[in-house]
């Protein structure tokens, strides 16, 4: 059995996985989904992952596809079946030490990790001219870090945009997860590094402003 755990409301990056484990022939899965908490967002100059959802909640969809569903208040609400029981992250804030012992939960980070971790991960890999790409790894209480499952760079081309890479990277990322309950059979499950940078946080507007010109160079390194 698969769980999935998300907000209560309508989310895109869930309903792209619960979409992509149907496709995949997954019919065992349950959703747990905790309360959507309203929080005061970051406005960027260069918006790249208000990527538009369908006015469908996470306990629609579950109908629609056959898969159970529970609204929980808490993530110590899950039952466990102990370290085999797969959790996917659908959407969810810090999940603490407790939890991650109690499961095997993965996550698909939208870089190459190690080198960039935490928020903005694209935009400062672009910043700072590190590998482009993605990861699926079962997390530990280090942020964007404990056991790698696969990673792959993505392919940067000359008439690329930010925006194309940015949903070009997206859709990678969604694969990665909904692929990891597979591909964890496989892996070698190497403890991943988290010397090679510090986890970020959103990118200032005054790095921002860079942000389009420092692509272009790596565009034109390319050719």
């Not at 959103?202 to 389009?212: A, G, T």
Request: hydrophobic letters at 35%; charged letters at 25%.
């Amino acid at each position: 059995m698969i769980k999935v755990i998300t907000y209560n409301a309508p989310h895109r990056k869930t309903q792209d996985l619960l979409f992509r484990l149907k496709l995949r022939g997954h019919n065992e899965v349950q959703v747990f989904a905790t309360p959507w908490v309203n929080r005061k967002n970051f406005i960027p100059l260069i918006p790249h992952r208000n990527f538009k959802k369908q006015n469908s909640s996470p306990e629609d969809l579950c109908d629609c596809f056959g898969y159970n569903f529970k609204a929980i208040d808490n993530l110590n609400e899950i039952p466990s079946e102990g370290k085999n029981s797969i959790m996917l992250i659908g959407g969810a804030g810090i999940i603490n030490k407790e939890i991650i012992d109690k499961f095997t939960i993965i996550n698909s980070h939208p870089a190459y990790l190690p080198y960039v971790r935490g928020l903005d991960s694209l935009k400062w890999a672009i910043y700072q001219n590190k590998p482009i790409g993605v990861t699926s790894h079962v997390i530990s209480k280090e942020a964007d870090a404990g056991f790698l499952i696969k990673q792959d760079l993505l392919p940067i081309h000359s008439w690329d945009t930010f925006h194309s890479i940015a949903l070009r990277q997206y859709e990678m990322e969604m694969d990665f997860l909904a692929d990891s309950v597979i591909d964890i059979k496989t892996a070698k499950l190497e403890e991943l590094p988290t010397t090679e940078s510090e986890s970020t946080r959103r990118m200032p507007h005054s790095k921002e402003k860079e942000l389009l010109k420092r692509l272009e160079n790596i565009k034109n390194n390319l050719k």
